[in-house]
T-cell receptor, first 118, second 116 residues
Framework: GAVVSQHPSRVICKSGTSVKIECRSL??????MFWYRQFPKQSLMLMAT?????????EQGVEKDKFLINHASLTLSTLTVTSAHPEDSSFYIC??????????????FGEGSRLTVL | AQKVTQAQTEISVVEKEDVTLDCVYE???????LFWYKQPPSGELVFLIR??????QNEISGRYSWNFQKSTSSFNFTITASQVVDSAVYFC?????????????FGKGTRLSVIA
């Protein structure tokens, strides 16, 4: 099946620094990618929808200046957590929608990135 | 609006017991996909099944089986003869089929612990 790769899988950073997480579709094009956040022992909450070549659409309550999303190509979306604080520590997962599949195109998930802010 | 409810927060069973994880959903869409994912402690989501709303046939895959009841908006997941390796969090999810670029909506998950 199709593969979505996230990098890094784990990152530890100091408070105040910025961290970039990459989400790549390895063998298909993805016009749309989704970013989810998962707190410990909780469900996956959609943060934003990333569209290639345009601005991301953020869910209510998600700070767009805090979580910068860039979808510069059909195979790459990046999430940058700016000026990270301990409360940003979480598990971030992306999913990519196969462009060729139309509205019902298959969704594939990355392996997730665990961010720990000290 | 879409909503997925997994009422069981945590379940604990002894190895070899059968266990059923419940999933109830709400949607105004007439066509949609339902999913089950497994999330082991390592964190990645492991795809288990996708079922579209047209197909109410139950499905069996090895020790896993799924019971889709459109009349009750339920899509329950049964593991027979559970094993320790089945211990994980299981998520049920929903996605409209023809509503553009919509993401999956997840339930809150059920944490399954299988004790040896």
């Amino acid at each position: 099946g199709a593969v979505v790769s996230q990098h890094p899988s784990r990152v530890i950073c100091k408070s105040g620094t910025s961290v970039k997480i990459e989400c790549r579709s390895l063998d298909f094009q993805a016009t749309t990618m989704f970013w989810y956040r998962q707190f410990p022992k909780q469900s996956l909450m959609l943060m934003a929808t990333s569209n290639e070549g345009s601005k991301a659409t953020y869910e209510q309550g998600v700070e767009k200046d805090k979580f910068l999303i860039n979808h510069a190509s059909l195979t790459l979306s990046t999430l940058t957590v700016t000026s990270a604080h301990p409360e940003d520590s979480s598990f971030y997962i992306c999913s990519a929608k196969e462009t060729s599949g139309g509205p019902s195109g298959e969704l594939f998930f990355g392996e997730g990135s665990r961010l720990t802010v000290l | 609006a879409q909503k997925v409810t997994q009422a069981q927060t945590e379940i604990s069973v002894v190895e070899k017991e059968d266990v059923t994880l419940d999933c109830v959903y709400e949607t105004r869409d007439t066509t949609y996909y339902l999913f089950w994912y497994k999330q082991p402690p390592s964190g990645e989501l492991v795809f288990l099944i996708r079922r579209n709303s047209f197909d109410e046939q139950n499905e069996i895959s090895g020790r896993y089986s799924w019971n889709f009841q459109k009349s009750t908006s339920s899509f329950n997941f049964t593991i027979t003869a559970s094993q320790v390796v089945d211990s994980a969090v299981y998520f049920c999810a929903l996605k409209p089929i023809y509503s553009g670029n919509t993401p999956l909506v997840f339930g809150k998950g059920t944490r399954l612990s299988v004790i040896a």
